[in-house]
């Protein structure tokens, strides 16, 4: 019981259950998807779209940007989003898509890991450039390819529980009760 103007007031939740639903479904596959990021996941076909259109977008650029833009532009996408709709004072939508921000650094820290032994299968096949192999390669980093792949992975997991914490919060209405 809080006092306030003379008056006690208690909080009380009040839950939105679409929002609690979205935020168990979505955060719940975001998680999972960050829990087993090798394996093939719906959303990967989004981010790998945004991916090949970073390098698109940015094939006018030197060599070296156009190629750090695949994944650049990959995790900048969902991030304007999640800007936008802050702007817009939408926050649980802007946590939501935190989420999705997340994943795609976990998804991201896959390639990344692939840079010394590249393994991966490409999309243009075998003579296509690994993009974080030339990456670490240019900035003298291949040494560090399992310390940066983690640091993403870490950052992009700890961005989906942030965005499952705060959204499963944001699905409350709290509202003041006068006593």
């Known amino acids: 019981m809080r006092k306030a103007n003379g008056r006690c007031?208690?909080?009380?939740?009040?839950?939105?259950?679409?929002?609690?639903?979205?935020?168990?479904?979505?955060?719940?596959?975001?998680?999972?998807?960050a829990l087993k990021p090798t394996a093939n996941h719906f959303i990967d076909g989004a981010n790998l779209m945004f991916h090949e259109a970073g390098h698109?977008?940015?094939?006018?650029?030197?060599?070296?940007?156009?190629?750090?833009?695949?994944?650049?532009f990959q995790t900048a996408?969902?991030?304007?989003?999640?800007?936008?709709?802050?702007?817009?004072?939408?926050?649980?939508?802007?946590?939501?898509?935190?989420?999705?921000?997340?994943?795609?650094m976990t998804n991201t820290s896959v390639y990344a890991g692939d840079a010394l032994t590249m393994q991966l299968e490409l999309?243009?096949?075998?003579?296509?450039i690994h993009d974080w192999n030339h990456i670490l390669w240019h900035f003298g980093l291949l040494r560090h390819t399992d310390t940066i792949a983690t640091v993403i992975r870490?950052?992009?997991?700890?961005?989906?529980?942030g965005g499952?914490?705060?959204?499963?919060?944001?699905?409350?209405d709290w509202k003041k009760k006068k006593s």
């Open 56 to 72: 698109l977008i940015f094939s006018f650029c030197p060599e070296i940007v156009a190629i750090m833009a695949g994944s650049g």
């Open 77 to 104: 996408l969902p991030l304007g989003i999640v800007a936008y709709v802050v702007f817009k004072h939408q926050y649980f939508t802007a946590a939501v898509v935190m989420m999705w921000v997340g994943q795609t």
């Open 123 to 128: 999309i243009g096949g075998e003579n296509t």
């Open 9 to 33: 007031y208690n909080q009380r939740m009040k839950p939105d259950f679409g929002k609690l639903a979205g935020t168990i479904l979505v955060g719940g596959y975001l998680l999972n998807a």
């Open 164 to 172: 499952l914490i705060l959204s499963l919060y944001l699905s409350f």
């Open 154 to 161: 870490v950052g992009g997991t700890a961005l989906i529980v």
